[in-house]
């Protein structure tokens, strides 16, 4: 079963703009990490966010974790057409083991020029 | 090449033939994993690997067999390809335990079974 669930499931802006991305988790995690898929590609890691953590930027990401409504979010600012891609979170925790990560279903997120 | 590579990246097949996917990965990374992904679907895990000739099973691991003889090969078999496992692999390496290491990822075999 997919720990996590991706909100929406898709996504169009205007280039620009921001996009939000959430997660939601069922059981108790260490970590969450989101990833970005490119159409074709494997998958690209973009962010780590630790369970004692509330908030992380990497340039144009941020990263918020509230582990008490066990969601993330993922909000790329100023937003590009090369930022079109599924986004997709991936937690560890009590349903996995050693270095498993359980992933979400993904946000496809257009952002049109 | 250095990284994490998959071959063949494109596979044609008939129902009830053997297939042999390969992943090979340059970093030495002790854990291996493969995934696999459906049409506008996430990850599900198959199988994955602790260090060579460790291998567990993942959430779906039926139909498929692995091996890792050394650290650097996984190659993932399906014994008896069915049309279910149409998909997309994905094979995924990293260094060490727990998910607070990224994962980096091959680009993937499309296998399609007929």
């Known amino acids: 079963s997919q720990q996590g669930e991706e909100d929406p499931q898709a996504l169009s802006i205007q280039e620009g703009e921001n996009a939000t991305m959430n997660c939601s988790y069922k059981?108790?995690?260490?970590?969450l990490q989101w990833y970005r898929q490119n159409s074709g590609r494997g998958l690209v890691h973009l962010i780590l966010?630790?369970?004692?953590?509330r908030e992380k930027h990497s340039g144009r990401l941020r990263v918020t974790l509230d582990t008490s409504k066990k969601s993330s979010s993922l909000l790329i600012t100023a937003s590009r057409a090369a930022d079109t891609a599924s986004y997709f979170c991936a937690t560890d925790g009590e349903e996995t083991s050693g270095s498993r990560l359980t992933f979400g279903e993904g946000t496809q997120l257009t952002v049109n020029p | 090449d250095a990284g994490i590579t998959q071959s063949p990246r494109y596979k044609i097949t008939e129902t009830g033939r053997q297939v042999t996917l390969m992943c090979h990965q340059t970093?030495?990374?002790?854990?291996m994993f493969w995934y696999r992904q459906d049409l506008g679907h996430g990850l599900r895990l198959i199988y994955y690997?602790?260090?060579?000739?460790?291998?567990d099973k993942g959430e779906v691991p039926d139909g498929y067999v692995v091996s890792r003889s050394k650290t650097e090969n996984f190659p993932l078999t399906l014994e008896s390809a069915t049309r279910s496992q149409t998909s997309v692999y994905f094979c995924a390496s990293t260094a060490y335990p727990g998910g607070a290491y990224e994962q980096y990822f091959g680009p993937g075999t499309r296998l399609t079974v007929t």
């Open positions: 690997s602790a260090a060579a000739d460790i291998t």
């Open positions: 059981t108790s995690i260490n970590n």
């Open positions: 970093w030495s990374h002790s854990y």
């Open positions: 966010i630790r369970s004692n953590e």
